[in-house]
DNA sequence: GCTCTTTTGTGACGATCGTCACAGGTGCGG
DNA sequence: CCGCACCTGTGACGATCGTCACAAAAGAGC
């Protein structure tokens, strides 16, 4: 059972608030939809080939999206605490997801149950409009992202990736941030040691 | 006034009955924020600088978005017929747009006003849920692209495009193709040369 | 048919990156 | 304390790409 008084469930609530003016009669429809969930370094919170069946709201560790091409892993995406994790179009058109999502820290999540949220989005209009903020932020993130992706060479994303979000080098490994900037490790070595 | 007759209107309300059961009544309240507009070729659906206010159904001809990066062009999307284009950040958060959208063609589309669409929303769940629809389509197509973007090498992703969208090559000009693929112009040339 | 403009192909050259190989460093478990 | 796995830096080398420059080809307008 959900327990509300979690600090997992806390966070949620308030992220939810900051996105749309949520009645406590709103919050009592989606509730049952959620459920408290923990991973541990390495394990999923989806693996490639599965439809996904949830989205995740991040409320302590990370993890990484990554497809894997003839062996590799390429990262795709990092979510940190209050973020929104999902495979978009796996989720919404059921489709197999083409990539997987891996806890990188002892993760702990809140699970919107896919069956259960369509329920209560049935029943709450809030909770419809509750879904569209997440897949507008959602879009809105990737477009963002694809944009610095387009423009930038890789040093220019490394210097734009350590302005803006200098905790994210912190927390990830430079072999990890390396596929996710799309230049080799050794590249992204040399870039940080040109610089200073 | 909205004429619903016109074929623009007929094919707008054919891709809206694609995405989601859609009543009579839904309808009703949805076609007075709807307008049909031409675009010559050259001309800004939306320009660099300003904050989105609509959303465009491209019933006819097509258009580009592309950043301007020290004076050039970088092409990051083409919205073809039965497209849905705008910018999503700019459009939900009202943040000035970084890029602009250009007709390429003479260019028909329906266009979605933001204030009126709202209000509707407001009026009807079903046009919420037909929001979450398209924006659920867009986040889907970005996630695509994102991907190609990140695994292929552009030689491998002007062959993707080859297989799976022949028509986008037919259409688009190679100089505005290489961008968008990531590629120099010249580079783009020996690709195709060095296949057949 | 003939300009003028735009688009596309090609050649040369230098810069950058990816790959391979290896070494130093760090952290963890036994 | 030692071994082992993983992460990071570095050197050498070849391949690829971007840039500049120019020529050929294709359209658009008169």
């Given amino acids: 059972m959900f327990d509300v008084d979690n600090a997992a469930a806390k966070n949620v609530l308030a992220y939810i608030r900051s996105l749309t003016a949520f009645k406590d009669k709103s919050w009592e429809q989606l509730y049952p939809a959620l459920s408290i969930v923990t991973f541990k370094k390495g394990e999923y919170l989806l ?107 890789g040093q220019e994303r490394y210097e734009y990736m350590e302005t803006n979000f200098p905790e994210l080098l912190q927390r990830v490994s430079l072999s990890h941030l390396s596929s996710w900037l799309g230049v080799a490790r050794e590249t992204l070595s040399r870039i940080r040691g040109r610089r200073e």
Same sequence: chains 1, 2.
């Fill in 47 to 153: 693996e490639e080939g599965k439809v996904c069946q949830s989205l995740f709201y991040i409320s302590e560790g990370y993890c990484r999206a990554y497809y894997n091409k003839d062996g590799k892993d390429i990262n795709t995406a990092f979510f940190f605490e209050n973020d929104m994790a999902t495979n978009v179009s796996s989720f919404g058109q059921g489709e197999p997801s083409e990539y997987a999502i891996q806890a990188m820290e002892p993760l702990t999540a809140v699970k919107f149950d896919k069956q259960l949220l369509f329920a209560a989005a049935g029943q709450d209009p809030d909770i419809q409009v509750l879904g569209r903020k997440c897949l507008q932020m959602i879009a809105a993130k990737q477009e963002k992202h694809a944009a610095i992706y387009k423009l930038m060479s």
